[in-house]
Structure formats: structure tokens, C-alpha cells
């Protein structure tokens, strides 16, 4: 941290402050010269060689130039720390010098050892005293108040007493505009800490003591200082904090803070809500089929592309091709990681078109021959593709095809397929078409040298169009939160686990596997729903509606992890699986693909018709 606060400390300070204590410093110094010398013949001969105090009067000025130059009147002393107090000797040690040599050398005065050293120790004690005062009282409840900024702050109930909880409390009594908040008291399940102060605030109880504290303190909201808290721990400390209405918000982790120096309040992470343990794969297995080789990522710019090459990195590849039809998220993204990858030597290039332009493609892989293909792209709106099937199989079918041929004519190692649970018995188009892709993958997977693999995700949350963006939207407009059923479930996974898994079953494929991670219990969406309003600080049905819209096109009411006559096997990872049943033909696979092929200048309904022959488990709803 003392990097961060050497960078961070020195900062705009108002012109007032620095006049201000620029003008104190002037007179500390006439001041600690005039007592130095006081009582002695030091006095005597101090006055009979300048006549006057003018002489020490230019010494005062000189000190205040020193400080100045040493950043003296630059630093935001209320979070001076230890490093500042040392930079005060040293300013002070400076300018004593420099003051007393133009004493001696210019005014030709000659004052003992001893009053220049009482004169550098007077002027340090004020200096000093004065910068730490700052510090002292700005971080006092009082100073707040007397500036009038704690009574409009919200009065704040701080979870965890440690490191996290003490930065906490100290940035909103600084009035850090990161941290809004009057911590007014704390609970941490420590009991060496209850009935203690933390910078002058009440530790008050235990977490279970969480809504008694908040209604005895009248709390506004909930700060969870605990980092370190495991996900059973936190879903207990918000199952309290639930019972308070308040509005709930949490620290970012420590690495962040001690990166930029700042603190801000981020809203709860809908991730904290799952009801399992977020799945933690060794990526470091990446390194054996990554490291050193050329990998293109389509759908680079995407939720789960996008986070792959995050992920990919540290596996050290010589090259990262990013392509993708969308050219704004693929731009933000190589301008977020082009200096890391840089760094360590890894090209990053970004190529703009679509999996359907075979042209394209092709330029791609014979411009930078990659030998490890993920592939992200893919249309995943179920409404949308319900109501344009062609899209959809032409985009998510022959795409595929387009760059499974291509890893497979071009010599590509591996080959991973960024699947869906929809794909398993699909009732709509979407997963029809992932389900397709999964059988292109397994036919090509039987005859070359290439290994292709399939991976099957549960709903990733913040992905883009995912249901948690729009719950967060609909809920800071005011309401109401819309949702399709009141009883729908999903199995939810984060973007880091689903890029992960993603990686791992790279490294565990051995050719045609369907990998699937275990993710738990499903969720019921309303569920989701209501902890969300409720973390908002608001009532559900009081504050904010929610409103059931009724099953959309081709919407289950539950999502699947295998196929009937599929069964699930674990690999040698744990918590992984791979699903075994039986892979199409090479005959039937071609024939199917023909058979869309000729559909795709044909209606809607005549297209579904098509992909339901080609996909035995899919029910097509057709003539809606």
C-alpha cells in the first residue's frame, strides 16, 4: 500500500489549505528561531549582526520555498500516514539547512549548533503538529458534523471489523465521495472485538445481530467490509441484511483498492446470491496445448470470448487472433489488454466479419494458421431466433460448419464449441441449432486428426441480454421487474467459471466429448428477483411490481444438463463431466445439413419442420 499512497496521497488541495498552512510555516519558522535563541548571547549576537527580525523573516520564506518544492502544501494530510510524517522530517530537514547556511553564508551570522538544531526540532514539532491535526480531526465524527457533511450522509452499518472494515470506516469519516456513508456502527462475529471501538465507532454486535443493530442505529444502509467471507458466509450475512430493507453495498476486493487507491461502493454481486460455491478449475492446464501457439477466438468480443482471452492469457500464446462481426467490443477489448499481452509477447490482432462469410474465415486462417480454435460465436436470443429461424441456422449451423471445416482443412490441435443446456431436448430454435452444432462437432471429431469438443453452459450471469442486466435496469427505473413465470428455473454459472470450463475441457478433450459442469441446484428465477429488490434496499410488491409476462416462444420452464439415452460421467477433474451417448453418423450428420440447407429459402414454419428432422429431440412449434 505504500506505493498506492506515494501516488495517491498528492493530489488537488484546495488553494485556501495551502495558503494557509504555507503561512503557518512562515511564522513557525521566525518563531522557532526567535525561541532557539532566546535567553542566551545567541539572542544578543543575533540581533546586533541583522539590526532587526527582517533576517529571520527571509529564512521563513526560505523554509516555506523548501517545503513547497518538497510538495509540503500538494498532500491531502487527512489521510496522511506514517510515509507523510517521514516526509515531514525530511522537508524540515531540508529547509533547516538550507536557511541556516543562507544565515551564515549571505548575513554572515554565526549561531551555535545548538540553536540550529532546537530551531530544526521547534519548527518539526509545529509542522508536523499541525499537518497531523489535519489528519487527526478530519477523521473525527466531530470535524464531519462541524463541516456539516456527516448529517447528510446516509447513516451506514459497517459488516466486519478487520482491515477491509477499518478502511471502511476511516474513508467515509474522511468523507472519501467513493464512500458515502456515517458509519454510525459495526458488527463482526469476533467476540475478542465486541463492545470495542473502531476509530471511535461501536462494535455492536455479531452478524446475526444485523437487523437489531440496524433498526437500534437507526441505519440507512449496509456496508460488507469482509472480502475474505466464503459464499455460505456472505448469503447468511445477506439473509440478515435482507431483513433490514436497507440498501446493501460491498468493498471491492482488497487487490482492486490497493491497485487504484480508490474505495468505491460497488451494489451486491448477483453472483453472491447462487447457492453453491463458485467453481475454482486449474486453468494452469491451458499452458500444455496454449502456451507458445496461435489461437483464434470468434466471438472475441463477446461475454464469454472476450473473458476466454482474459483467462487465456497467463497461459502465455504466442498469438490471440480476436474475430468478431461486432467491431466495438472487439476494439474495447484489445485496448484493455493490448499492453498486458504486449508485456509478456503475446500478439494480439483483431479481425472483423462474420462466421458466414466463408471468404473471410478463410483469409483468418491462412493469414495466422491457429492451431487452437474456441469458438463463441453464435446468435443465443431465443425470442429473436423463435421469430427468424433462417437466421439463426444460417448463422449458428453453417457457420459452425464453416469454421469446423476450416480447423479440420487447415490442421488445426483442438477445436472447443462453446454449447448450451438448451441444446438438450431443445424446445425452441436456438437450441435446435447449438444441438446441431454439437453434432457437427462429434461427426467431424470421428475422421480428423483435429480434437473437437463441445461445452454445455447454464445461463452465464452478466452476460449480454441475460436476465440479471435487465432485473437491475428494470429495478433502478422504478419497476416493474418483469418476468415469464413465477416457477421458471435456470442453472446459473458466472463468465469466469463458464471461460474456465471452457479452457479445462481444451485440456481434458480427447475427441467428440459433450463436457458439462456440475453448477448445482437450479434457481428460480422470481427468487433472484426478489433478493435483488430486496438488496436495493426496496420492498418487493410495495416499491417495486413484479410482473409475470407469460412463457415466450419456445421458453421451457426448466433447462436440462444431458438428453434422454445420454448418461454423465466425471473426468479426472471432479467437476467436470462428459456426457456419453450415441454420436450421429458421418451419412446422417451430411444429410441433415443438406436437408437445411435446401429449407433455408423456405417459411419460417417450413424451416423449423426442417431442423426438427434433422434434431430427433427438438419439438418445433409451427403455424404461431
Known amino acids: 500500500m505504500s506505493k498506492l499512497r506515494q501516488k495517491g496521497i498528492r493530489s488537488k488541495v484546495s488553494f485556501a489549505q495551502a495558503v494557509g498552512l504555507a503561512s503557518f510555516d512562515f511564522i513557525a519558522t521566525f518563531v522557532s528561531y526567535v525561541v532557539a535563541a532566546w535567553g542566551t548571547t545567541e539572542w544578543t549576537l543575533t540581533v546586533s549582526h541583522i539590526g532587526s527580525f527582517a533576517a529571520i ?46 544565515f ?40 464531519r458534523f462541524s463541516n456539516g457533511r456527516g448529517a447528510l450522509q446516509p447513516r451506514t452499518l459497517v459488516i466486519g471489523a478487520g482491515e477491509a472494515g477499518s478502511l471502511a470506516v476511516k474513508r467515509m469519516q474522511s468523507g472519501d465521495p467513493d464512500m458515502p456513508g456515517y458509519p454510525v456502527a459495526v458488527v ?23 437487523p437489531h443493530v440496524a433498526e437500534a442505529c437507526a441505519a440507512q444502509q449496509i456496508v460488507l467490509a469482509i472480502p475474505s467471507a466464503t459464499r455460505e458466509q456472505r448469503q447468511h450475512i445477506f439473509e ?42 486449474d486453468v494452469s492446464l491451458a499452458s500444455g496445448y496454449v502456451e507458445g501457439r496461435t489461437v483464434l477466438v470468434t466471438g472475441g468480443g463477446g461475454s464469454i470470448g472476450s473473458e476466454l482471452v482474459r483467462q487465456l492469457l497467463p497461459a502465455h500464446p504466442a498469438r490471440v487472433v480476436l474475430f468478431d462481426i461486432y467491431e466495438n467490443t472487439v476494439y474495447e477489448l484489445y485496448h484493455e ?48 431466433m423463435e421469430a427468424d429461424p433462417r437466421e ?73 441480454g441475460s436476465v440479471i442486466p435487465l432485473f437491475k435496469r428494470q429495478i433502478a427505473a422504478g419497476g416493474p421487474v418483469t418476468l415469464t413465470h413465477r416457477d421458471i428455473t435456470r442453472y446459473f454459472m458466472t463468465i469466469p467459471e463458464a471461460s474456465r470450463l471452457v479452457i479445462t475441457a481444451g485440456a481434458l478433450a480427447k475427441g467428440g466429448e459433450i463436457f458439462v459442469l ?73 444429410g441433415n445439413l443438406d436437408m437445411l440447407r435446401d429449407s433455408l429459402g423456405s417459411s419460417n414454419d417450413d424451416i423449423k419442420r426442417a431442423l426438427a428432422a434433422a434434431v430427433p429431440t427438438y419439438a418445433a412449434e409451427v403455424g404461431k
Open 518 to 590: 456440475d453448477m448445482g441446484e437450479p434457481v428460480k428465477i422470481y427468487d433472484l428477483a426478489i433478493n435483488l429488490i430486496r438488496l436495493s434496499g426496496l420492498e418487493p410488491g410495495r416499491d417495486i411490481e413484479i410482473v409475470e409476462t407469460g412463457l415466450r416462444p419456445g421458453e421451457k420452464m426448466y433447462e436440462e444438463l444431458r438428453m434422454d439415452g445420454e448418461r454423465v460421467e466425471p473426468t479426472a477433474d471432479g467437476r467436470i463431466n462428459v456426457t456419453v451417448g450415441r454420436a450421429p453418423g458421418v451419412d446422417e450428420v451430411r
Open 337 to 384: 489488454l493490448a499492453a498486458k499481452a504486449k508485456a509478456q509477447g503475446t500478439e494480439l490482432l483483431c479481425e472483423i466479419g462474420s462466421i458466414t462469410h466463408l471468404p473471410a474465415l478463410e483469409r483468418v486462417f491462412d493469414l495466422y494458421q491457429p492451431q487452437v480454435v474456441f469458438h463463441a460465436a453464435a446468435h443465443k436470443h431465443v425470442p429473436l
Open 188 to 210: 463482526d462475529d469476533a467476540r475478542a472485538k465486541q463492545g470495542m471501538r473502531l476509530h471511535g465507532v461501536k462494535i455492536a454486535g455479531t452478524c446475526e445481530d444485523i
Open 104 to 143: 551564515a553564508v549571505l548575513l554572515q551570522a554565526q549561531l551555535s549548533l545548538r540553536t540550529y538544531v532546537l530551531a530544526w526540532a521547534i519548527l518539526l514539532i509545529l509542522s508536523a503538529g499541525v499537518r497531523l491535526s489535519i489528519r487527526a480531526l478530519s477523521g473525527s465524527q466531530a470535524w
Open 392 to 464: 439463426a441456422v444460417e448463422n449458428n449451423v453453417f457457420g459452425t460448419l464453416n469454421v469446423v471445416r476450416l480447423a479440420d482443412q487447415r490442421n488445426c490441435e483442438r477445436f472447443v464449441l462453446i454449447s448450451t443446456d438448451k441444446a438438450v431436448n431443445p424446445t425452441n430454435v436456438m437450441g435446435a441449432t447449438k444441438r446441431m452444432c454439437e453434432m457437427i462437432v462429434q461427426n467431424y471429431a470421428k475422421r480428423s486428426n483435429c480434437v473437437y469438443a463441445a461445452v454445455r453452459f447454464g445461463n452465464v450471469l452478466g452476460s449480454h
Open 240 to 281: 440478515q441484511c435482507i431483513q433490514t430493507g436497507l440498501k446493501v453495498y460491498t468493498l471491492p476486493p482488497l487487490q482492486d483498492i490497493s491497485k487504484t487507491g480508490r474505495v468505491p461502493l460497488h451494489d451486491v454481486d448477483i453472483a453472491d446470491l447462487l447457492s453453491r460455491e463458485e467453481v475454482e478449475l
Open 57 to 102: 523573516g527571509v529564512l521563513a520564506l526560505i523554509t516555506v520555498c523548501v517545503y513547497a518544492a518538497c510538495g509540503m502544501y500538494s498532500c491531502l494530510w487527512r489521510y496522511a500516514s506514517i510515509f507523510e510524517c517521514l516526509r515531514i522530517a525530511l522537508a524540515s530537514i531540508a529547509a533547516a539547512v538550507v536557511a541556516d547556511v543562507v
